[in-house]
């Protein structure tokens, strides 16, 4: 008997929210806070890739690692040498393009592209999973947050799974993961009878209010101050799907 193997779908979706973000401008590439928030749904940036040549490398590294479904180890395999012979690896000196300070900075390194990966492609695939949640609301109304089990999750974001809302509650603007840096946390869409048959109970409005206590978060690059949910790390409380359309345009 022949075995036949059937590869995976590319996630279309996730495909075009990234092949839509252009290049952040020039002066905003030296700091991870220089690209703030909803912004990352609509520009590419990577820390102290300065260089539209080195920029580009990895964007389409990326790219090709959400189409084809790469995995790190291949993804760090790939890239290394290429970014090697760019010159960015390791430690070296870098200009701020806003303040024209020089500084001695970390470059490439194999802890940096495992950070670079795990959160465009994590991002990617959010992104996507909404557009396609919004596709099937009508048959699935409801949204559950689910933290997977895993020796790396976090304590913040226990309380919330099992939280089940309809699918454009304003609870899923911020807490749509990823809601930080290597979260594992997901988000699943099911159907009125679904919540019947698992006994699902809709979480309300009472149940909600501990989970919007904010905290303060200054930052240093833009010099303001934002309010970040609580359990949520800065720069992620917002809903990539959702901030990747300008609201001027929605």
Same mark, same amino acid.
């Given at each position: 008997?022949?075995?036949?193997?059937?590869?995976?779908?590319?996630?279309?979706?996730?495909?075009?929210?990234?092949?839509?973000?252009?290049? !952040?401008?020039?002066? @905003?590439?030296? *700091?991870?806070?220089?690209?703030?928030?909803?912004?990352?749904?609509? *520009?590419?940036?990577? =820390?102290? !890739?300065?260089?539209? @040549?080195?920029?580009?490398? #990895?964007?389409?590294?990326?790219?090709? =690692? #959400?189409?084809?479904?790469?995995?790190? +180890?291949?993804?760090?395999?790939?890239? +290394?040498?290429?970014?090697?012979?760019?010159?960015?690896?390791?430690?070296?000196?870098?200009? @701020?393009?806003?303040?024209?300070?020089i500084a001695e900075a970390q470059l490439g390194s194999a802890r940096r592209l495992r950070v670079i990966y795990d959160t465009?492609?994590?991002?990617? $695939? *959010?992104?996507?999973?909404? =557009?396609?949640? /919004?596709?099937?609301?009508?048959?699935?109304?409801?949204?559950?947050?689910? /933290?997977?089990?895993?020796?790396?999750?976090?304590?913040?974001?226990?309380?919330?799974?099992?939280?089940?809302?309809?699918?454009?509650?304003?609870?899923?603007?911020?807490?749509?993961?990823?809601?930080?840096?290597?979260? %594992?946390?997901? #988000?699943? /869409?099911?159907?009125?009878?679904?919540?019947?048959? +698992? *006994?699902?109970?809709?979480?309300?409005?009472?149940?909600? =209010?501990?989970?919007?206590?904010?905290?303060?978060?200054? $930052?240093?690059?833009?010099?303001?101050?934002?309010?970040? &949910?609580?359990?949520?790390?800065? %720069?992620?409380?917002?809903? &990539?799907?959702?901030?990747?359309? @300008?609201?001027?345009?929605?």
């Amino acid at each position: 008997m022949t075995t036949i193997a059937f590869a995976a779908l590319p996630n279309e979706e996730a495909i075009a929210y990234f092949k839509e973000k252009g290049f !952040a401008n020039a002066f @905003d590439r030296f *700091s991870w806070k220089d690209v703030w928030g909803e912004e990352h749904a609509r *520009s590419f940036t990577v =820390a102290k !890739a300065v260089r539209d @040549d080195v920029l580009t490398e #990895i964007r389409d590294a990326l790219l090709s =690692a #959400i189409e084809d479904g790469t995995t790190l +180890e291949t993804f760090k395999a790939a890239m +290394e040498p290429k970014l090697r012979e760019l010159g960015w690896w390791g430690k070296g000196i870098v200009e @701020d393009p806003k303040t024209g300070e020089i500084a001695e900075a970390q470059l490439g390194s194999a802890r940096r592209l495992r950070v670079i990966y795990d959160t465009n492609l994590r991002t990617a $695939n *959010s992104a996507g999973r909404w =557009a396609r949640v /919004q596709r099937n609301k009508r048959l699935m109304p409801f949204l559950t947050y689910i /933290q997977i089990d895993r020796p790396s999750a976090r304590d913040a974001h226990k309380p919330w799974h099992g939280i089940t809302l309809p699918v454009d509650h304003e609870f899923w603007k911020t807490h749509y993961a990823p809601n930080g840096w290597f979260c %594992g946390c997901m #988000i699943r /869409q099911v159907s009125a009878r679904t919540v019947e048959k +698992e *006994s699902l109970t809709l979480t309300t409005e009472e149940e909600l =209010a501990p989970f919007r206590e904010t905290r303060p978060y200054f $930052n240093d690059r833009l010099g303001i101050t934002e309010q970040v &949910p609580v359990g949520i790390d800065p %720069g992620f409380a917002h809903n &990539p799907g959702l901030a990747r359309f @300008d609201p001027s345009e929605k």
